[in-house]
Nanobody
Framework: VQLQASGGGLVQAGGSLRLSCAAS????????MGWYRQAPGKQRELVAA???????NYADSVKGRFTISRDNAKNTVSLQMNSLKPEDTAVYYC???????????????WGKGTLVTVSS
């Protein structure tokens, strides 16, 4: 399974970006999908996650500014980021729990990451 993320870039504070991630390969079903980020010198942290039923979870620092969504038919997850702040600068990673067969276990997959830079 491969997770291909796109949409990162440079934006001024207060601006918006939309990240997208597509899962491809041997996929029977996908449970949770999410976005994590890692800023320089810091640990990777959860930004937002969404279940297959559409239940969402957000880090307190992004609540009200970021919106996660997914398309189960296309195996994609997106992150709409509004009112961006310099402290949102980080490499953003897509994550998905994927089952390859009906009887297998879910396995954890990560994309390579996309850089988001917010200038002040």
């Amino acid at each position: 399974v491969q997770l291909q993320a796109s949409g990162g870039g440079l934006v001024q504070a207060g601006g918006s970006l939309r990240l997208s991630c597509a899962a491809s390969g041997s996929i029977f079903s996908i449970a949770n999908m999410g976005w994590y980020r890692q800023a320089p010198g810091k640990q990777r942290e959860l930004v937002a996650a969404i279940t297959s039923d559409g239940i969402t979870n957000y880090a307190d620092s992004v609540k009200g500014r970021f919106t996660i969504s997914r398309d189960n038919a296309k195996n994609t997850v997106s992150l709409q980021m509004n009112s961006l702040k310099p402290e949102d600068t980080a490499v953003y990673y897509c994550n998905a729990y994927v089952k390859h067969t009906a009887y297998g276990d879910y396995m954890d997959y990560w994309g390579k990451g996309t850089l988001v830079t917010v200038s002040s």
